[in-house]
């Protein structure tokens, strides 16, 4: 059986926040956004569709968890939820938090301009929220 | 308790292939890329995340149901996922089939550009190729 191992460019444009049941929790390092992504620790998928029925109803239930969460942290207007992998084939599926008048509102994140890397403070007290939120 | 009513903008955009246990399904009125919507039958949703447990896994399934049957159509290179809901708030997952070269690839579709109208007799032959897959 083949071994999970997380896509580099994936590990190289985020930080690790949480290990859930499925999927590895990951903070994207673009400060113009809120962003989370999860990635189900799971060889070879590509497609939601792919996963065993189990797995779908964990990776909703992973997904809808660090959704609530990252409302609750943000106060965000509306979350984003997409598996899109049209780049990056390896299954993830992004959270992010929106807020009217951040970058490209009300269009989607995705593909639109640079990433802003976050202070190293700014980033840490970030994830600490989020792993007290996600924990409770 | 509140009735479930169609969004006018989702209606108006797009036409009814099916109804499943939870959700409207339909096709966008854009021939730049197959594009489906579902809408769960729920007053007063605008996040995966507020439906019940038992709505989340019916959403889950009957998405990668749809998606399953939009690459087996189309033989699409990427199936696109997405819940933003910046605009209109009423829930509504978005499943799209994109192919190498089509508009905006590999960016995402929302926003991109204006919508092209399907010539009638391939929008209908087109949602019975997706009702016929669907009731397999």
Redesign the interface.
């Known amino acids: 059986m083949q071994d999970f191992a997380l896509d580099d460019r994936l590990a190289n444009d985020s930080v690790s926040v949480a290990v859930t049941g499925l999927c590895d929790v990951r903070l994207m390092k673009d400060r113009r956004w809120p962003w989370l992504v999860l990635i189900p620790r799971r060889p070879g998928i590509?497609?939601?569709?792919e996963l065993t029925?189990l797995d779908?109803?964990l990776?909703?239930?992973e997904?809808?968890?660090v959704?609530?969460a990252l409302?609750t942290v943000t106060g965000a207007?509306?979350?984003?939820?997409?598996?899109?992998?049209?780049?990056v084939?390896q299954l993830h599926v992004h959270v992010i938090a929106?807020f009217e008048g951040d970058a490209n509102?009300?269009?989607?994140i995705?593909?639109y301009g640079k990433a802003e890397p976050y202070a190293d403070a700014d980033m840490n007290s970030f994830i600490a929220k989020l792993r007290d939120t996600l924990s409770q």
Chains 1, 2 share one sequence.
């Not at 590509?46 to 569709?49: D, T, V």
């Open positions: 590509s497609e939601i569709f029925p779908q109803v990776l909703t239930f997904t809808n968890k959704g609530a409302k207007t509306k979350i984003n939820i997409g598996a899109l992998g049209n780049i084939r929106r509102w009300p269009g989607p995705w593909g």
